[in-house]
């Protein structure tokens, strides 16, 4: 079983529709939680970092940690056509170990008009 | 440009033949990082340096992987040999500090045929 877990969907919806992203992880050594998105053949790219557990949020964009279940999400609000893309969760366990993420599968992310 | 560049963009390699590939980060990021991205999956870490200093190799998958950053800036992974399964996107980013955002690089796509 792999230390993250993150349904690949994929999943489609409607513009404007509330979109929820999830991943389940297994290491209690994790700390920091990140949300990157990566648009076709580019490089990924940070939305969202969270220290422990909590909420943030950032625009049309809230992540929320729940390290007693470890489990944490991405909402996106009133999705948009330019949020199709995949979206990949990343965590790590800080300290010289904060660069080296162990990411989600991603999950594919569809917006049509 | 001031992002992480890297080279070739695509890489076809025989079966058993070395490759290359370059990774320029972004000027005075003193912490750069390589990911190996399989097709529908996330990046999974392969090393860190500091400055020129590798401080961890432990995800490269066998000794045919080996890399570089001499001089501190400029860095270079080698695969020796390589194999079917080493076909996949690499991936640099860089940051600039060991705590700090990674900036990922558009990646290498290696095919080994």
């Known amino acids: 079983q792999k230390e993250v877990e993150q349904d690949p969907g994929p999943l489609s919806v409607p513009e404007g529709a509330i979109v929820s992203l999830n991943c389940t992880y297994s290491?209690?050594?994790?700390?920091?939680f990140m949300w990157y998105r990566q648009y076709s053949r580019k490089g990924p790219e940070l939305l969202m970092y969270?220290?422990?557990?909590g909420n943030k949020e950032d625009g049309r964009f809230t992540a929320q940690v729940d390290k007693s279940s470890k489990y944490i999400s991405l909402f996106i609000r009133d999705s948009q056509p330019s949020d199709s893309a995949t979206y990949l969760c990343?965590?790590?366990?800080?300290?010289?170990?904060?660069?080296?993420?162990?990411f989600g599968q991603g999950t594919i992310l569809t917006v049509h008009p | 440009g001031a992002g992480v560049s890297q080279s070739p963009r695509y890489k076809v390699a025989k079966r058993g033949q070395d490759v290359a590939l370059r990774c320029d980060p972004i000027?005075?990021?003193?912490?750069l990082f390589w990911y190996q991205q399989a097709l529908g999956q996330g990046p999974e870490f392969l090393t860190y340096?500091?400055?020129?200093?590798?401080?961890?190799k432990s995800g490269l998958p066998s000794d045919r992987f080996f890399a570089e950053r001499p001089e501190g800036s400029v860095s270079t992974l080698k695969i020796q040999r390589t194999q079917q399964e080493d076909s996949a996107v690499y991936l640099c980013?860089?940051?600039?500090?060991?705590?700090?955002?990674?900036?990922f690089g558009e990646g290498s796509r290696l095919t080994v045929l």
């Open positions: 980013a860089s940051s600039p500090d060991s705590a700090g955002e990674l900036f």
């Open positions: 290491n209690s050594a994790f700390q920091y």
């Open positions: 969270t220290y422990s557990s």
């Open positions: 990343a965590m790590s366990g800080g300290g010289t170990s904060y660069g080296k993420l162990t």
């Open positions: 000027s005075g990021h003193v912490s």
């Open positions: 340096f500091q400055n020129e200093a590798q401080l961890d």
